[in-house]
């Protein structure tokens, strides 16, 4: 390798949603793009997070199906979970996309560099690559999209024990899941779902505590019901492996949990480390997500960074809102961030999906508001499916009658939540939900329904 750098149109370290399609898209119009990763192809919602995890959500849902197949008026004899069968069937998913992300990263025409990258200069990285030498690489453009890794917190005997996290499979045991947030509470689920003996411990007062309380109350009703452990309000002290090879969890009230795996579901850290961006003149914050503005520039000259490592809410889909912002304003436009309107989705079962502000939310911020409720075993056709566990609520504007934010716990609410996301986009007030004609029995038809709770308002 020479010192003389490889020169790039757009150069892209690390491989995630945004900083993929980035590349590929920029390198289809026919620039010179280079895209460094690590080794993940297609990033870590394929190989371990979003992909696999559905997959296996999948899999937990039709075992509560089995479960429950009487009440469908069916007998079902002999189903059981095989713990080679679900890793084949999770294998079987990543891969096939892995490689499907592969091939597209070919047919592209951009330079695909499997190595570790370091800033040693503005816009300019030298990569340890993978099967052994070097490469100096320099853009015009540079994009950093490396993103976060599981948080581990100092706990006595944490490391020694060694607990397993979100980015690995998890065998079917006794199961302790440290964190109610949202990847706690999938993974609580899923697994208690597919047999195991699963214990819940979180610090905070209740599950989900960026939800309402009576969302986070439901959610808890839900989980009970699956015969889940769940300990709020308590924090882990120690880890200990015991000598007949399980583990000994230490609660701060005394108490004390036994389990064959402790998962750590404690949040995520951004993957700055070691990257060199001292030297490029990017700046990090204090928590080091890399800072940027509104629209995802940072502090150092044509240099953007996007995805989680950027400080954006940690979904799919917002990376792949963020390299729209970039691709466009990589082309002169002035896109940002400011004022998306962010859903998402927690995949238990039911679903929880939100979007918009929750009535808490909005009562801080100082609006006058209606609340909409409705069970979900009013809906038609949640009764159908034989699915009435949870309900809906959505906050509303009193002096403008427009939708502020929606919860919805229920069967399908992840598919049903984008109808409800249009309507604040377009700024329909809450009576045009009310009396728009939608397909009978669909579970987006309660939408007729969770508006109509409200009191009346004339047809606009």
């Not at 964190?179 to 208690?192: I, K, L, N, R, W």
């Not at 700024?427 to 409200?454: C, Q």
Request: glycine share 10%; proline share 4%; with cysteine.
């Amino acid at each position: 390798m020479t010192d003389q750098p490889e020169e790039f149109d757009l150069l892209v370290v690390g491989g995630g949603k945004a900083g993929k399609t980035l590349s590929m898209d920029v390198a289809r119009s026919g620039q010179r793009v280079a895209m460094v990763e690590r080794g993940m192809i297609g990033g870590s919602c394929i190989n371990v997070a979003c992909i696999p995890t559905k997959a296996l959500v999948t899999s937990a849902r039709a075992a509560r199906q089995l479960r429950d197949a009487s009440a469908l008026g069916l007998t079902v004899e002999g189903g059981r979970v095989d713990i080679d069968l679900l890793r084949a069937h999770k294998q079987d998913v990543v891969e096939g996309m892995v490689a499907a992300n592969r091939q597209q990263f070919l047919d592209s025409g951009l330079h695909l560099v499997i190595g570790e990258a370091r800033f040693v200069g503005p816009r300019t990285v030298r990569v340890a690559l993978a099967d052994g030498g070097e490469r100096l690489l320099r853009g015009s453009d540079v994009v950093i999209n490396t993103g976060t890794r599981p948080h581990l917190p100092s706990v006595p005997g944490m490391a020694e024990a060694g607990v397993l996290t979100s980015d690995e499979l998890l065998r079917l045991a006794r199961l302790v899941v440290l964190g109610g947030g949202t990847v706690g509470v999938e993974f609580a689920q899923m697994f208690a779902l597919f047999g195991s003996a699963v214990t819940l411990v979180e610090g905070g007062p209740r599950l989900l505590t960026r939800e309402d309380p009576d969302i986070s109350d439901a959610v808890m009703r839900v989980f009970l019901d699956d015969g889940i452990d769940v300990r709020v309000g308590v924090a882990v002290a120690r880890i200990d492996r015991e000598a007949d090879g399980s583990l000994r969890v230490t609660l701060d009230d005394g108490s004390v949990v036994i389990g064959d795996d402790v998962l750590v579901a404690a949040g995520r850290e951004p993957v700055t480390d070691g990257l060199g961006l001292d030297v490029a003149g990017v700046r990090l914050s204090e928590r080091s997500f890399v800072e940027v503005d509104e629209h995802l520039r940072t502090s150092a000259e044509r240099t953007w960074a996007a995805g989680d490592v950027a400080g954006s809410p940690q979904f799919t889909h917002v990376s792949l809102d963020d390299y729209r912002i970039i691709r466009a304003n990589l082309a002169g436009g002035r896109r940002s961030t400011a004022d998306r309107l962010i859903p998402y989705t927690v995949f238990t079962t039911p679903e929880l999906a939100r979007v918009g502000l929750t009535e808490t939310e909005a009562r801080r911020a100082g609006y006058d508001i209606q609340v909409a409720h409705l069970p979900v075993a009013a809906i038609p056709r949640a009764r159908t499916l034989r699915q009435t566990q949870g309900m809906w609520k959505a906050v509303i504007d009193t002096s403008t009658d427009r939708i502020l934010g929606a919860a919805l716990l229920g069967a399908e609410a992840g598919e049903v939540i984008t109808s409800v996301q249009l309507a604040m986009l377009a700024g329909m007030p809450w009576p045009a939900l009310r009396d728009t004609v939608i397909t009978h029995p669909t579970m987006t038809e309660g939408l007729n329904l969770l508006f109509a709770s409200l009191e009346s308002s004339p047809v606009r």
